[in-house]
């Protein structure tokens, strides 16, 4: 029964994140969550949507009794710079992983 109630209270989780004005445009969809399983990425066009929808899914999940664990979450930011280090997202502190230049396949 545990895992049916994880899902249950994950999926509310994901529903309210999609109502939080932020992601890319697909087509006509907008596009800010994609989950599976037990991973989520949030998706922002910005490092303040990426830290705003990260907040909003901590303090959802937190009322559904849900906690992030720190050690498994990743940041990751596309762009030229090439660097890494922690950062401060909500109340957690995560390694931040950022990818040079992307290249078309």
Do not use: C, W
Request: charge should be positive.
């Amino acid at each position: 029964m545990s895992p049916l109630l994880f899902n249950l209270a994950l999926q509310e989780v994901i529903q309210s994140l999609k109502t939080v004005p932020s992601g890319i445009k697909i087509g006509k969809e907008q596009l800010n969550v994609l989950a599976y399983a037990g991973d989520i990425a949030l998706i922002g066009k910005n490092e303040i949507e990426r830290r705003k929808l990260f907040v909003e899914m901590e303090n959802i999940a937190r009322k559904f009794g849900l906690q992030i664990n720190q050690e498994k979450t990743k940041h990751v930011r596309v762009e030229r710079k090439n660097s890494s280090k922690k950062i401060k997202i909500g109340h957690l502190k995560i390694k931040n992983y950022k990818f040079g230049k992307v290249e078309n396949f």
